[in-house]
């Protein structure tokens, strides 16, 4: 099961993209603690650990979190449940993102970490790409 939402504003988040042979997209979160998630466009076929409920165009592909400051502890996500949804928003895209990423340790312990985010501009993003 999902974790519960973060409260609001206890995070920034940023969006980028990458248009090439393999089309990539990565939502990265700031604050406490980091994270980021990123999609590949069609046609990579979607990762079975990352079960994001997402638009037909892009798929969860990889998920890491961990410490914000520069040499902290990051950890590869085992795997991630939630959605992502591009919507028009501005002049070009916009993306939700409620997601949990989660990982288990060496000792079996697991370990979460929570991405929410609404309207996130997704700069170079033409309308055309939203859904």
Known sequence: MPTAPE????????????IGGIDRLTVVKSGSDCASLTFVGA????????????????????????????????????????????????????????????AFTATGEMRTARLDVDGLAVPEMSATWCP
């Open 43 to 102: 046609p990579l076929s979607p990762t079975s650990r990352f079960r994001i409920e997402t638009t037909a165009r892009w798929s969860a592909n990889l998920g890491r979190f961990g410490a914000c400051v520069d040499g902290g502890a990051v950890q590869m996500a085992g795997g991630a449940v939630g959605t992502f949804a591009l919507r028009p928003g501005g002049t070009g895209c916009a993306a939700d993102l409620h997601a949990t990423l989660f």
């Open 7 to 18: 409260p609001p504003s206890s995070a920034s988040y940023t969006a980028s993209i990458s």
